[in-house]
Nanobody, 122 residues
């Protein structure tokens, strides 16, 4: 059974940084795309970033380019999202997701974590 567990969320001041982690288990993730989504108050879930586990191709929403960096550590089966220069508009529940194959531009990922809250104060 694939399991994804997010951690690292919390309260941070505008301009600060956080690093989110997604611990993945249940199988090897070679041949998977893994991604971060977020859902802010009163908003729909939106794509943030994705990474191809095997070839390390990365993708970012325009709203986070230059501020967020996605990465993964194969030896730890863990994906990260380094978030710098955080803004109040980044406040959301952040979700880890995983999908077999190489299609990343979809909301219909096969596996999801429970989410971690990020709150950015002004």
């Amino acid at each position: 059974q694939v399991q994804l567990v997010e951690s690292g969320g919390g309260l941070v001041q505008a301009g600060g940084s956080l690093r989110l982690s997604c611990a993945a288990s249940g199988r090897t993730f070679s041949g998977y795309v893994m991604a971060w989504f977020r859902q802010g108050p009163g908003k729909e879930r939106e794509f943030v970033s994705a990474i191809n586990w095997s070839d390390l191709s990365t993708y970012y929403a325009d709203s986070v380019k230059g501020r967020f960096t996605i990465s993964r550590d194969h030896t730890k089966n863990t994906m990260y999202l380094q978030m710098n220069n955080l803004k109040p508009e980044d406040t959301a529940v952040y979700y880890c997701a995983a999908n077999p194959g190489s299609i990343w531009r979809t909301q219909y990922y096969e596996h999801w974590g429970q989410g971690t809250q990020v709150t950015v104060s002004s």
